[in-house]
């Protein structure tokens, strides 16, 4: 299994407070994503990176921030935790060649905002 | 990305094998056809690729239509724990820019029946 660490992997949380998951990876992959899950909608790219201080916006963006200062950690930020935000999140990793598009996905965190 | 169109859900009996269609008709020439598998709470799992000739390693086989419109899945001896939702997605290879992760649809609800 590739090895990835999603921390914390469950929270709760009220409204208005800033929230931080952090996703950790062993495998030195150039690549990593945040998913989040949510029934009815499947799996949504939140933010996405493709290096040190490389990210970009995914799908459902708005009211996340990341960061990543170092290869093995990708970090999500809920500034201000609304209850819409209450999901499943899901780190991804992969390493970019030319003929394979794997994503190896973390166990998940699930965050409740009440 | 081209889009895909999966039935809801499906039931086989434990043993046989399962075969899951997918359509992608707008796909196009560099387009791969990738399957992932989500087993209830779990991270998505990678099951298998291919661009257009068929496919196969130890969890399933690809089997892509000449015209690469629409492509099945088999699991060839389906076992209670293959019971998951599996995603079939249509993305271009990465190769020489940035990868913006998978996009993730329904999928199709696979039950396994003892």
């Known amino acids: 299994d590739a090895g990835i660490t999603q921390s914390p992997r469950h929270k709760v949380t009220e409204t208005g407070t800033p929230v931080t998951l952090r996703c950790h990876q062993t495998?030195?992959?150039?690549?990593m994503y945040w998913y989040r899950q949510d029934p009815g909608h499947g799996l949504r790219l939140i933010h996405y990176s493709y290096g040190v201080k490389d990210t970009d916006k995914g799908e459902v963006s708005d009211g996340y921030s990341v960061s990543r200062s170092k290869t093995e950690d990708f970090l999500l930020t809920l500034e201000s935790a609304t209850s819409s935000q209450t999901s499943v999140y899901f780190c991804?990793?992969?390493?970019?060649?030319?003929?394979?598009?794997?994503?190896?996905f973390g166990e998940g965190s699930r965050l409740t905002v009440l | 990305d081209a889009k895909t169109t999966q039935p809801t859900s499906m039931d086989c009996a434990e043993g046989r094998a399962a075969n899951l269609p997918c359509n992608h008709s707008t796909i196009s020439g560099n387009e791969y056809v990738y399957w992932y598998r989500q087993i209830h709470s779990q991270g998505p799992q990678y099951i298998i690729h291919g661009l257009k000739n068929n496919e196969t390693n130890e969890m399933a086989s690809l089997i892509i239509t000449e015209d690469r419109k629409s492509s099945t899945l088999i699991l060839p001896h389906a076992t209670l724990r293959d019971t998951a939702v599996y995603y079939c997605?249509?993305?271009?290879?990465?190769?020489?820019?940035?990868?913006?992760?998978?996009?993730f649809g329904k999928g199709t609800h696979l039950i396994i029946q003892p």
């Open positions: 495998e030195n992959h150039r690549y």
């Open positions: 997605i249509v993305r271009a290879t990465y190769s020489g820019g940035g990868a913006d992760g998978l996009t």
């Open positions: 991804a990793i992969s390493e970019v060649r030319a003929d394979t598009g794997e994503l190896f």
